[in-house]
C-alpha cells in the first residue's frame, strides 16, 4: 500500500501496517548485518573512521549500545546467524520484540 492516508477499510489498514512492521524488523537485521561487515572487514578504512563504532556515532548518532543491539539481532535473528535477511519465524515480530528476546 504506498498511499497510507487514503486508507480507508481495515483489512487494507491491517496489511499496511503488517507491511511496515516486516520491514521495520527487517531493517533492523539489515542494518545489524552492515555494522557487523564494517566491523569484520576493512571497508571502513577509506572513510577515515578507527572502528564501526566512531562511523556509526558520527554519521548516524548511535550509540555503543546500539550498535551491539543491531548487531546482537543480526547474529541472532538472522538466516545462518550472519546474513542480511531475517528467520521466517521471526517475521512479525517488530524490532522491540526482538530486542527484548535478545535477553531471554
Known amino acids: 500500500m504506498n498511499d497510507l492516508q487514503s486508507l480507508t477499510s481495515y483489512r487494507d489498514y491491517k496489511?499496511?501496517?503488517d507491511a511496515e512492521i516486516k520491514a521495520s524488523t527487517e531493517g533492523f537485521v539489515k542494518i545489524g548485518f552492515l555494522l557487523r561487515k564494517a566491523m569484520d572487514t576493512t571497508i571502513l578504512y577509506e572513510s577515515g573512521y578507527k572502528d564501526v563504532y566512531e562511523f556509526a556515532m558520527s554519521e548516524y548518532r548511535l550509540d555503543k549500545s546500539?550498535?551491539?543491539?543491531?548487531?546482537?539481532?543480526?547474529?541472532?535473528?538472522?538466516?545462518?546467524g550472519y546474513s542480511p535477511n531475517l528467520v521466517t519465524e521471526f517475521e512479525g515480530y517488530?524490532?522491540?520484540?526482538?530486542a527484548v528476546m535478545l535477553q531471554l
Do not use: H
Not at 69 to 79: L, V
Not at 94 to 98: E, I, T
Open 66 to 80: 546500539q550498535v551491539s543491539r543491531f548487531i546482537n539481532i543480526n547474529m541472532k535473528f538472522s538466516q545462518g
Open 15 to 17: 496489511a499496511a501496517f
Open 94 to 98: 517488530g524490532p522491540s520484540k526482538l
